[in-house]
């Protein structure tokens, strides 16, 4: 039978619940069941309007709901900040009854144009200062709160373990999975496992639990061996890489497997946990359609049979989301029951869609014109159209352009062409984390390895390494520094200073360092055989890679674990000395000289001015930037200085090199802040050029034929002059890539 693809589903076997709008709110991201069977939603504001989430009890044979709490009456949010405005996909069930929940921010902090979540991460005030979280007893209302576990991060999806201490959730912004424990708020970090903005968690049997990056890598935590595990498993498009393919549903199957589909394709794969089998059992669309644009799943349910039920929204012409039957695992194929349009209410998406004991389906409408609501319908009752049922009237709703700002608020690095290595694609995630990036001979090299050392190699617009080679079985990379034009010096962690050629790959221990001796950083080179190193203490000693020996050198010591020294010749060093000190240190003679002029500070905090970067021009100008992120110039006489300012807040200036005698490239920010490259010249001045974030948000990213990146944590730049190429790698546990850069537009310069 041809099915009647604009009819509705009939109203005779609907009921609908308006959810509160009346202040704007336009959405929902967490419509749960309890164990016990009542039902929770979290109504939300998104994009729009800076409002705050609200949590509601829903009472299903009824339809009545009950409101438990608003989050700005719970806890207090600052009128000029980002605001708590939702809970998202992050509500748990305590054994105790009580839920526990986190808040999640995706609405524009007021006087802001629009949501800028990204654009403001640094920001104190207008930013957002980060998620709490809650547990919520149901029967009184009463809310604990526990803080804020990772400050300024935004949480996007939680779930407890089988060991109720521990809680378990995803960060927005940089992708990271975190634990913290209930007993003893202690957070766990467990490293970067998603470019950003992935939200989904679900467990196994056993209580091991499944995520995925944005571009659709399924990864597993396993919490008896406290570890996460790539799985090398893949969502596939038919579009490549030009959407997101995260992970968004998932259901338990009789048969103890799990049926996961992704956000935008939707491509239903069912997993074997215990054999990591995988059953492709194809995409969401109706049989015979071939989309031209990419559908998308909303709400995902099984009833009693284990029949599916889902939302299909079509991106072809306008069309309101569609309600779906589809009996897979006996072999059956999806069936159309009709647009859901209740009283000619389009609905543009399903965010959710829960069965209740007598079978009827409960699905939340979010992000249309009349939303917020919930449709219950008895399905039971529903068949595929037929060609003699009647059309839907239909009242096409385009959602707004929330870009209010525009071009102005876009942060990526501008260039004539970005391709991504996603090295996290062809290696073992734990394996990827880029120590050193080089260019050389045409050919991009990183290094990275944990517990060995991997070089990997490839040219400046492949999608994936020409090379994967494990170089060195003894130790992870440390600290890396370039030797010439084709070998690299690394520190290892076992104790070594090994020598990598990367053409061949041969790699050679050097230089043992003795046991009592801790070095943490190669500092520099002076001339063929001897590198510059520094210990726990800060300490530099020179290591002779010729004759193996290791001196330490007198009177010279590095202030902080962030500390550089500059090389300005082969025998004399400037580095910071205590607070806004600086000094030149002659190796030959080892002493030091104290210079006239200190590094620039913010006043009261001249203790954060030690330098952390820099580079000489080919005039002898110094440039150089510190711990508090202050960029400054000395003079070819080290006698006058100019002062260039900060980006931010906080973040260090590092990774300085030379694009050519009169411009150098650097990374802003640490570990925590999220990462920019920036451009020097005394012609253009101090210039941010962007975050390495290939987000195809943008007219001017979504086009490219490349993976999706985010680096927050820069480990390393190289760049090409010959081929104008610039390299930016990523230092994030778990999962590694470089960004390559042709033809960047150095702003001002």
Avoid at 490 to 503: M, S, Y
Avoid at 698 to 704: H, K, S, T, W
Wanted: net charge negative.
């Amino acid at each position: 039978m041809k099915h009647h693809l604009n009819a509705a589903i009939p109203e005779q076997y609907t009921s609908f619940v308006q959810l509160p709008n009346s202040e704007g709110h336009n959405a929902v991201w967490d419509f749960v069941r309890s164990p016990d069977g009542r039902f929770f939603v979290s109504v939300c504001g998104e994009n729009e309007k800076p409002l705050t989430a609200l949590l509601y009890e829903y009472y299903p044979e009824s339809g009545e709901l009950r409101l438990m709490f608003d989050v700005a009456k719970i806890w207090v949010v600052d009128h000029q900040q980002m605001p708590p405005s939702k809970i998202h996909t992050s509500i748990d069930f305590l054994p105790d009854g009580k839920l526990i929940m986190a808040t999640h921010n995706t609405a524009p902090a007021p006087g802001h144009k629009q949501w800028m979540f990204e654009q403001f991460y640094e920001h104190p005030w207008e930013g957002y200062p980060g998620s709490i979280l809650m547990i919520v007893d149901p029967d009184t209302n009463e809310v604990g709160v526990k803080g804020i576990p990772v400050p300024r991060e935004s949480i996007y999806g939680g779930m407890l373990g089988n060991d109720a201490r521990y809680y378990y959730f995803l960060g927005y912004m940089r992708g990271h999975f975190y634990r913290i424990d209930l007993e003893t708020n202690e957070v766990t970090d467990y490293g970067k496992v998603s470019e950003f903005s992935s939200c989904r968690l679900v467990k196994d049997e056993r209580g091991r639990f499944y995520g995925s990056s944005y571009t659709g890598g399924i990864w597993r935590y396993d919490p008896e061996r406290d570890d996460i595990e790539d799985l090398k498993i893949q969502f596939q498009s038919p579009n490549g890489t030009k959407h997101r393919r995260q992970f968004i549903f998932a259901l338990h199957t009789p048969r103890n497997t799990l049926l996961m589909v992704d956000n935008v394709d939707s491509e239903i794969i069912e997993l074997h946990p215990e054999t990591l089998e995988v059953t492709r059992h194809g995409y969401i669309h109706l049989p015979g359609e071939v989309p031209s644009n990419p559908y998308g799943i909303g709400g995902f349910a099984a009833d009693e049979n284990f029949v599916l039920y889902y939302g299909l929204k079509a991106n072809d012409d306008y069309c309101p989301i569609r309600l779906v039957r589809w009996d897979l695992l006996n072999g059956g194929q999806p069936e159309n029951l009709g647009l859901v349009v209740p009283n000619g209410l389009d609905s543009q998406y399903i965010c959710e869609m829960i069965f209740d004991d007598r079978g009827i389906l409960h699905m939340v409408d979010v992000c249309g014109e009349f939303s917020p609501y919930i449709l219950a319908v008895d399905v039971k009752q529903l068949q595929p159209p037929g060609e003699d049922a009647l059309a839907a009237e239909l009242h096409p709703y385009w959602e707004p352009a929330y870009n209010g700002v525009g071009s102005p608020a876009f942060m990526h690095i501008v260039a004539d062409r970005t391709v991504t290595l996603p090295l996290h694609q062809h290696m073992d995630w734990k394996h990827t984390v880029v120590s050193h990036v080089r260019t050389a001979a045409g050919n991009v090299y990183t290094v990275s390895g944990q517990g060995c050392i991997y070089l990997t190699e490839s040219d400046y617009t492949a999608h994936a390494p020409r090379r994967i080679e494990r170089v060195y079985d003894g130790g992870a990379p440390v600290s890396c520094i370039d030797l010439d034009d084709r070998s690299v010096a690394v520190l290892t962690a076992n104790g070594f200073i090994v020598e990598i050629d990367l053409e061949s790959g041969n790699c050679r221990e050097t230089l043992a360092v003795p046991r009592e001796l801790e070095l943490v950083k190669l500092q520099g080179r002076l001339g063929k055989d001897n590198l510059l190193a520094s210990d726990r203490d800060g300490s530099i000693h020179i290591c002779n890679l010729g004759g193996g020996i290791i001196r330490r050198l007198n009177g010279l010591r590095v202030e902080t674990e962030l500390a550089c020294l500059i090389q300005l010749d082969d025998n004399r060093l400037l580095l910071s000395g205590p607070n806004d000190e600086l000094l030149i240190y002659a190796v030959a003679e080892e002493r030091s000289d104290k210079l006239n002029v200190r590094t620039p500070s913010i006043r009261g905090r001249s203790f954060k001015a030690t330098v952390t970067g820099g580079a000489v021009l080919a005039d002898g100008t110094v440039v150089a930037g510190t711990e508090d992120g202050m960029l400054f110039t000395l003079s070819p006489d080290h006698g006058a200085s100019t002062t260039y300012g900060r980006l931010y807040s906080s973040g260090e200036l590092r990774q300085f090199i030379k694009v050519n005698d009169d411009e150098v490239i650097g990374v802003y920010g640490g570990v925590r802040d999220a990462g920019h490259v920036f451009h020097f010249s005394k012609a253009g001045g101090f210039v941010d050029l962007g975050r390495p974030r290939v987000i195809k948000d943008n007219n001017e990213v979504a086009e490219q034929d490349t993976e999706w990146a985010d680096i927050h944590y820069i480990s390393g730049l190289a760049y090409s002059n010959e081929d104008d190429l610039l390299c930016v790698a990523s230092g994030e546990k778990q999962y590694g890539c470089v960004v390559r850069y042709q033809g960047v537009q150095f702003g001002n310069a």
